[in-house]
């Protein structure tokens, strides 16, 4: 039996059987047996019935969201805010399905036309840190363009992906569209690669099981998207906000306790002002406060699981620090915020915690700050803090990393394309982009 903890007060919160290879090929099968008729449904009915389907989770926020606090520790307030978000990201793609359309090209003796094909079943590997989030992001686009899918969850938390499997249903998604697994990712989540019936794996996980995959892949060329680890930079320039830059700073690290990929998590700040921002940016983490999830006030929970926190720990333990918050004791799998400013040949500027510790790391001029942002295997995301607009532009076209973003932390949302460089993953998720991961692109040559 696989035993749930909520990681606040380490209670059962529940015990449910693991599911088995034979139930993978089970859920496949229905899968399967589903893909005819759902590529085959007009594209506006398709659409209208993932609305429905969005709709259907805007109306269960509050549950989706107490699920996922209790399940894995995150604050109620981002709890809620995935939730709407799974929303937003379902109504996004429900959107997408009449606009995703091929196009006609002239050519000697005829014309092609493109046609962009579903592939049929996909597999759908997620994470623990924001579960419901990226079922969501997989589920939308696998969906739109017309395939039918099998989610396998991180076993840890899957509560709010079966739930929401369970709404899709409700919201009048056929039966076998979407089939959601809870298994070992060792067993269920390796069927998912070998079995021939699904058409592609998209991951969201670690870079080590990442590389796993792809090599699972390699036998079938089976088609395979990867969002894997980061050890993302964040940037401030002498000329930034240095204020809003420190404000913001902690928030980029340490929300969902730096259980989050894009974490900003090396903080390279130049030399000049160096002394300055340390002092703003302790100032800012000071408010972030550690303890119950369940409190709206609360700035960051606990982290997921014991095994994580040793994890953790194993980086933090005996780090120097300039500022270490305060955690309540437990029970629960507790873990104060940490800033520290170590060597750099230090492990824990290269290596991705996961956890909520931030490295501050000086820099003399543009280059030095370029050459260390991408001094990584690393390039999912990161930021630039300056208020020379040109300057902006040149570091952020310099930056190996995906997903950035210019006096702000924030840079994903659904209408934009997400993704990594580097041993960050492999094509990307949302937008219309997203789509071409999801199906196959036909050609047609009809000669006049
Ligand atoms: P993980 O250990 O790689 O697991 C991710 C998923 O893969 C889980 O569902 C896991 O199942 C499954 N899995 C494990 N081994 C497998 C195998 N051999 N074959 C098929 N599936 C397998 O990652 P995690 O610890 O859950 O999440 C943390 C990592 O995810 C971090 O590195 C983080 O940076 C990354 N992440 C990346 C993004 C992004 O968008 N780039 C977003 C979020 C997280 P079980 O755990 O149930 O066994
Ligand atoms: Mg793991």
Same mark, same amino acid.
């Given at each position: ?180 697994? $809870?298994?070992?990712? /060792?067993? !269920?989540?390796? #069927? ?9 794996? %998209? =991951? &969201? ?61 090396? $903080?390279?700040?130049? /030399?000049? !002002?160096?002394? #300055? ?9 000071? %408010? =972030? &406060? ?159």
């Amino acid at each position: 039996m696989l035993t749930l903890r909520n990681p606040a007060t380490e209670e059962v919160i529940c015990e449910l059987p693991h599911a088995s290879v034979a139930d993978a090929d089970a859920a496949i099968e229905k899968a399967k047996a589903a893909s005819p008729a759902w590529k085959a449904m007009a594209p506006a009915d398709r659409s209208k019935v993932m609305r429905r389907f969005a709709d259907t989770v805007a109306a269960h926020v509050d549950e989706l969201a107490l699920l996922e606090t209790q399940n894995m520790g995150m604050p109620i307030g981002s709890s809620r805010w995935c939730a709407n978000a799974v929303s937003d990201v379902l109504h996004y793609f429900a959107g997408a399905v009449e606009k995703h359309t091929g196009s006609s090209i002239p050519v000697a003796g005829g014309i092609d036309v493109t046609f962009h094909e579903p592939l049929g079943v996909v597999g759908l590997i997620t994470p623990w840190n924001f579960p419901m989030l990226m079922a969501s992001w997989k589920i939308g686009p696998a969906l739109a363009a017309g395939n039918t899918a099998v989610l396998k969850p991180a076993e840890i938390t899957p509560l709010t992906s079966i739930r929401i499997g369970e709404l899709a249903l409700e919201a009048g998604i056929p039966e076998g569209v979407l089939n959601v697994v $809870v298994g070992p990712g /060792r067993t !269920v989540g390796q #069927r998912l690669v070998d079995h021939p019936d699904v058409r592609k794996v %998209a =991951f &969201t996980g670690s870079t080590e099981v990442g590389k796993q995959l792809m090599r699972g892949c390699a036998d079938q060329v089976k088609r395979l998207t990867l969002e894997l680890g980061g050890k993302s930079a964040n940037i401030v320039f002498a000329d930034a906000d240095l204020e809003k830059a420190a404000a913001n700073a902690p928030g980029a690290v340490f929300d969902n306790s730096g259980q989050d990929c894009c974490s900003r998590s090396r $903080v390279l700040v130049q /030399r000049s !002002v160096f002394d #300055r921002f340390m002092e703003l940016f302790i100032d800012a983490a000071k %408010a =972030f &406060t550690v303890g119950d999830p369940m409190d709206p006030s609360t700035a960051m929970g606990p982290l997921v699981t014991a095994g994580h926190l040793a994890a953790v720990r194993r980086y933090s333990e005996g780090l120097e620090t300039v500022f270490t918050g305060e955690a309540p004791d437990g029970p629960g799998y507790w873990h104060p915020v940490m800033i520290a400013t170590p060597t750099y040949d230090d492990p824990v500027c290269h290596e991705e915690i996961f956890g909520p510790v931030a490295v501050v790391i000086p820099f003399d001029d543009e280059a030095d700050a370029i050459r260390i942002c991408n001094d990584s295997i690393y390039g999912l995301s990161g930021s630039v803090w300056t208020q020379d607009g040109a300057k902006a532009i040149r570091v952020v076209r310099a930056m190996e990393a995906g997903t950035l973003s210019v006096n702000s932390n924030s840079s994903v949302r659904y209408s934009t394309p997400f993704g990594g460089f580097k041993q960050s993953g492999l094509g990307r998720e949302h937008s219309m982009h997203v789509l071409d991961h999801y199906s196959e692109l036909k050609n047609v040559f009809f000669a006049t």
